[in-house]
């Protein structure tokens, strides 16, 4: 034991923190001149500036002091009011249930975790599924049962027999976790009738669903109806607690969410969230309430949807062209994100590698799943690229992966 150690005593949670792979990636990928297939961020060029600059312009007196001021912990109330009008839009029903705006969408799983996870408690999530979101659960030392994924959703049958398992055990888990809509890292959407399914087992066996839907008005095949969230499916108040974002219709700088569910729950997550950051930030509240009160985020999502789902075609068809035989993907209907498997044999570390060296960068699969499950994959992001860059280095990347597998 050091110095450090010995007077600096960590705890067993501190212990148990890893670095998000992908940050660390990111470092290496960040230099002048690559090609970024990494991050999940929005396309950085089309930002709604001209309407947040319009927005403040127009504060009077008593917004400014809103804005500069310290906030209610469950959030600034004309934006949950705006808030609670886009949940029932799209099919929630509010009764009883209740919002409280967070530091963007992770905050609201690590409330969740924080108010819901003892150590050594099982959560079901998805394989694969978001880093984020593992780090929060790993956090309170979380034990994970995976479900695969399967083209359309999470495999019930899998789901299903985790449950019964668990049952038997005397050990059921806390929740399950799924991303439904272009899921992060697949781009998998689950199907309106796994959607049901899983609920109804859900309800059986007594387990409530944290839903993550951070890209679902990101569509571009289809209509909003086919991205309906659980929540809006009935039954499901009681057993579903929606997260959302706005990260993907705004900014990710602002840093807001928001987490809708039962209001007893979510007056746990505000005692939670009072011992972390007090509340969201005024500033970027009153923002996203003017910006929904105005309607600018229709328009800006309309246009969205056009820019990724020209961005995701290209990826597509530069895939089909550069690609050799052994490599197949998801062919996401929306969002950001394109899953990668590889050839037998091929490790995606050795590939990134590869590719940096020919200055493309992109996420091995391993953070994603379940230890020594994940090196066979590879998310591509296609969201912050240009057309020019994704077609150029997939073409890189695809010799990349001629001279790995060589």
Request: hydrophobic share 40%; aromatic share 10%; net charge neutral.
């Amino acid at each position: 034991m050091n110095t450090m150690e010995k007077i600096f005593r960590l705890s067993d949670n501190a212990l148990g923190m890893q670095a998000s792979e992908i940050r660390e990636l990111m470092k290496l990928s960040s230099k002048p001149g690559i090609i970024a297939f990494g991050g999940g961020s929005p396309d950085g060029l089309r930002f709604p500036f001209a309407e947040v600059a319009e927005i403040e312009k127009e504060w009077n007196d008593a917004k400014k002091r809103a804005a500069f001021q310290y906030g209610a912990t469950n959030g600034y109330p004309p934006l949950l009011d705006h808030l609670k009008k886009r949940m029932i839009s799209n099919g929630i029903d509010m009764n009883d249930q209740s919002i409280i705006t967070t530091t963007g969408a992770q905050q609201g799983i690590y409330l969740m975790a924080k108010a819901m996870i003892n150590p050594g408690d099982t959560i079901i999530v998805e394989s694969p599924t978001f880093i984020g979101a593992l780090a929060s659960f790993k956090s309170l030392r979380a034990v994970f049962e995976w479900a695969p994924l399967e083209p359309d959703g999470i495999s019930i049958d899998a789901t299903k027999a985790i449950l019964q398992r668990l049952k038997k055990e005397g050990r059921l888990p806390k929740f399950i976790y799924t991303i439904p809509n272009f899921q992060n890292p697949s781009g998998i959407t689950m199907s309106q009738l796994k959607r049901k399914t899983l609920l109804d087992l859900a309800i059986e066996y007594g387990v409530p669903i944290l839903e993550d839907d951070p890209y679902g008005e990101l569509y571009f095949e289809g209509t909003a109806t086919d991205y309906k969230p659980i929540k809006s499916l009935p039954g499901a108040n009681n057993f579903v607690v929606y997260l959302n974002t706005f990260s993907k219709i705004l900014s990710p700088g602002m840093r807001l969410g928001w987490t809708t569910g039962p209001s007893t729950l979510i007056g746990q997550l505000e005692i939670a969230k009072q011992s972390i950051d007090a509340c969201t930030s005024s500033f970027t509240q009153v923002i996203a309430s003017d910006y929904l009160e105005k309607g600018y985020v229709n328009g800006y999502v309309d246009k969205m949807r056009e820019v990724y789902r020209s961005k995701c075609a290209m990826m597509m068809l530069s895939l089909e062209k550069f690609m050799p035989k052994g490599v197949s993907w998801s062919k996401p209907t929306g969002g950001f994100f394109v899953w990668l498997t590889l050839p037998t044999g091929v490790s995606s570390r050795a590939l990134f590698n590869a590719a940096l060296s020919r200055n493309v960068a992109f996420v091995t699969g391993t953070p994603f799943t379940e230890e020594g499950k994940g090196d066979g994959y590879a998310r591509l992001a296609f969201s912050n690229c240009s057309l020019e860059d994704i077609e150029k280095g997939v073409k890189l990347l695809s010799e990349a992966l001629k001279e790995v597998a060589a």
